[in-house]
């Protein structure tokens, strides 16, 4: 089983930001099947990338994504109000699918 | 727009069972592959189960292998999650989830439904 390890645990940031993300992998991700989630309080998930770096239908383009082997980032050109959340990385490279711990995004 | 529907979940007590049913609506649903996801309160995001489009292929995390059964009902464009067994780690809120086209990350998801394993 892959083990994704996402940091940091916490971010604090002001809006207008610039923001990258981390997503570290056990063992390298095939393909580099790797997809981005956020999160807000009492809604499901939304996905934001899939591939490492393809944008979901309706993504802003601030948000992109890159890497590759057991190494993958998401940023955020520049943080919007909305975009304080949690994000989740997931790995479908290889059986069981498994999701990073998450990163919450708040605001200071 | 893809709407995904869940419902089934609620109370019961340790050893006990529940049906989860996932609803699809605005898709041509037999062509997915398709999720459940849990999210235990206050924690992260747990893959469960996956079943492909066909119905004919099924899979499941270690944590639930022998307890938990996905199927999917083409006719009424649901899938199901027959959960038995249940034990208080497996508190949390589920959400189906449709796979993508291309891989499977999910691209869909429903609002969840929570289920709470307590005597």
């Known amino acids: 089983e892959i083990v994704l390890t996402q940091s940091p645990g916490t971010l604090s940031l002001f809006p207008g930001e610039r923001i990258t993300l981390s997503c570290r992998a056990s063992q390298s991700v095939g393909n580099s099947f790797l997809a981005w989630y956020q999160q807000k309080p009492g809604q499901a998930p939304r996905l934001l990338l899939f591939?490492?770096?393809r944008r979901a239908t309706g993504v802003p383009d601030r948000f992109s994504g890159s890497g590759s082997g057991t190494d993958f980032t998401l940023t955020i050109s520049r943080l919007e109000p909305e975009d304080f959340a949690v994000y989740y990385c997931?790995?479908?490279?290889?059986?069981?699918?498994?999701f990073g711990g998450g990163t919450k995004v708040e605001v200071k | 727009e893809v709407q995904l529907v869940e419902s089934g979940g609620g109370l019961v007590q340790p050893g006990g069972s529940l049906r989860l049913t996932c609803a699809a609506s605005r898709i041509a649903f037999n062509s997915y592959a398709m999720s459940w996801v849990r999210q235990a309160p206050g924690k992260g995001l747990e893959w469960v189960s996956g079943i492909s489009g066909s119905g004919g292929s099924t899979y499941y995390a270690d944590s639930v292998k022998g307890r938990f059964t996905m199927s999917r009902d083409k006719s009424m464009n649901t899938v199901h999650l027959q959960m038995n067994n249940l034990r208080g780690e497996d508190t949390a809120v589920y959400y189906c989830?449709?796979?993508?086209?291309?891989?499977?990350?999910?691209?869909?998801w429903g609002q969840g439904t929570l289920v709470t394993v307590s005597s």
């Open positions: 997931q790995q479908y490279g290889s059986s069981p699918l498994t």
């Open positions: 591939d490492a770096s």
């Open positions: 989830a449709k796979l993508g086209v291309s891989g499977h990350y999910h691209d869909y």
